[in-house]
């Protein structure tokens, strides 16, 4: 059998149905070959025994009288059966009365012991022993030896018509087999030729006819139906590559501009925080930039991760797959496993492309939200650094506001919230500079006592109200580590801190800010652990007096 493999399906449907059908003929055949010698062998001994009858009721006055020379010319008369090649007949007591031999048989055959009604085949010939019987009982026996020539001769004649039937048989059943295997296989040897056409020119658009209902019409509707859903398939992942490529593209273009615009800003940055006393704001500002961007490199980073691991790779797989079995495709597809779990295959992989591509919108979209982030800290600072020294009309809470979006990605990393408690107040003519640097470093400041704290509820709470009728309050207070008490009159000195990293500038120069604008800075903590809160306080100074004035 394992010949057949490399055969066409045309030829392995052929010689499947000689070999089945030169099987079943010889299996007939030797069947009824066994039930003629049966039957021949049948008729043999009833044959002998009809003769032994007629022998023995011809001899039975003989015996009776002992005239032998009367018993053997009856058996004389068996001449004219040429098979019989002995017979004789016995006396009561088992000796030989009379007796036949046929020319052959002549000092060849003795006869045998005399036995009761019996017979066998031995020796390549038949013998059989029948009593004679009276009236007062039995007189003697014959017994008749049948060479088995005759039923050879017959046998083999037999035999030979046999296998003359089965050689027209079996040609007969050639034909009709050449003529009738079309049927099966040019529909499977047209979907072969065109899956082979499919893989060589990646011509999806090409399918096979059906004119079936039958196992075939269905292995070619779905052959047909996996064809298209490849098609539609190719056509999704070329537009998701090019959409891809695409975003990739603006994706980088717009990383070098935001880099450059980065780089020009930070230049531009820290030479006006140095000029204006805004190092300290300009360092948090780079800061919160620089956890954005590790958040624009994650960003990437996973977008290159989908590309690198997209499953569109596996889809030559199964090509490569169907290649090496060209030449026998539908019986791959029809009964093969992995053959089966082709268009299974292909719908998984269509799943999993689509989820990729919604991952890459998803990463593209939080990617963009991050350079909008950044572009927004930028435009802010931007915006702060060209107005030192002078005062606007400002909410307190927009100020606030903008401080809170610098410092934001740091305190969302460190999972920090973030609690307001304002009083409704009015416009104030404000230095937003200057207390934005305050503000920036205050937070700043509590979220580095948080981080170092144990404390599971991190909290800071940002209160603005009015005191007194001449000023206004902005204190940022924590539940973080605390300062000791010894340490409280040292904070705003030059050059002190308690970080490894520090270097004593930030509450100074939030200080002399403050002092600047005609307000104070001061700060309270019950001890280490207890947390601690600083104030600012500023002049009152409403838009809506000034415009009264």
Avoid at 320 to 342: C, T, V, W, Y
Avoid at 438 to 465: F, H, P
Wanted: hydrophobic letters at 40%; a negative charge.
């Amino acid at each position: 059998m394992a010949g057949l493999k490399n055969l066409t399906i045309r030829y392995k449907l052929t010689a499947i149905v000689m070999i089945i059908s030169v099987a079943v003929l010889l299996m007939t055949s030797v069947a009824y070959i066994a039930y003629e010698q049966k039957t021949l062998r049948n008729e043999l001994v009833d044959n002998i025994y009809c003769i032994a009858k007629m022998i023995g009721d011809n001899c039975e006055a003989a015996l009776i009288f002992d005239d032998s020379e009367d018993a053997g010319a009856t058996l004389a008369t068996l001449q004219a059966v040429p098979s019989i090649t002995y017979a004789c007949i016995y006396t009561p007591d088992g000796k030989v009365f009379a007796e036949y031999y046929s020319n052959d048989a002549v000092g060849v055959v003795s006869p045998p012991s005399c036995k009761t009604n019996c017979h066998n085949f031995e020796n390549g010939s038949f013998n059989l022993f029948q009593q004679i019987e009276g009236e007062d009982g039995q007189v003697g026996t014959v017994f008749i030896k049948t060479n088995l020539d005759e039923l050879y001769q017959v046998m083999i004649q037999n035999i030979e018509i046999t296998i003359v039937l089965i050689i027209v048989a079996s040609f007969i059943a050639y034909i009709l087999c050449i003529k009738l295997q079309k049927i099966i296989s040019e529909p499977i040897l047209k979907l072969a030729n065109t899956a082979q056409d499919i893989s060589r020119n990646h011509e999806y658009a090409e399918c096979t006819a059906n004119h079936s209902g039958d196992e075939i019409g269905v292995l070619i509707e779905s052959f047909n139906e996996m064809v298209h859903q490849i098609q539609e398939r190719e056509m999704a992942l070329r537009e998701s590559e090019e959409k891809i490529r695409s975003f990739n593209e603006e994706l980088e273009q717009r990383v070098k501009e935001r880099t450059a615009e980065l780089k020009e800003t930070h230049e531009k940055l820290v030479t006006v925080s140095w000029q204006a006393g805004m190092a300290e704001v300009a360092t948090d500002v780079l800061h919160n930039v620089g956890n954005v961007l590790n958040s624009v490199n994650v960003s990437v980073n996973l977008i290159t991760e989908n590309i690198q691991d997209s499953k569109v790779l596996k889809l030559k797989e199964v090509t490569d797959m169907m290649n090496e079995r060209l030449d026998d495709i539908s019986n791959f597809l029809a009964h093969d496993p992995k053959g089966q779990r082709i268009p299974s295959y292909l719908n998984k992989v269509s799943s999993i492309l689509t989820n990729e591509q919604t991952n890459t919108l998803h990463q593209l979209q939080t990617l963009s939200k991050n350079v909008e982030h950044i572009k927004e800290i930028v435009r802010m600072q931007q915006s702060y650094a060209k107005v030192s020294g002078i005062e606007l009309e400002m909410s307190i809470q927009e100020l606030i506001d903008d401080a809170m979006q610098i410092n934001m990605s740091s305190l969302k990393r460190h999972h920090i919230n973030v609690e307001y408690n304002f009083e409704d107040l009015p416009k104030l003519y404000i230095d937003k500079q200057k207390v934005l640097q305050i503000l920036v470093n205050l937070i700043n400041n509590a979220k580095d006592a948080l981080a170092e704290s144990d404390q599971t509820d991190k909290q800071i709470t940002i209160t603005v109200c009015k005191e007194h009728d001449d000023m206004v309050s902005l204190e940022v207070a924590d539940n973080g580590i605390g300062i000791e008490a010894g340490n409280l009159d040292k904070v705003f000195r030059h050059g002190f801190t308690t970080k490894p990293e520090g270097h004593g500038f930030g509450l100074h120069s939030s200080a002399l800010a403050a002092k600047e604008m005609k307000g104070r800075l001061t700060i309270l903590s019950d001890g280490i652990g207890k947390g601690a809160s600083v104030k600012l306080n500023l002049p009152f100074k409403p838009v809506e007096m000034s415009n009264e004035k």
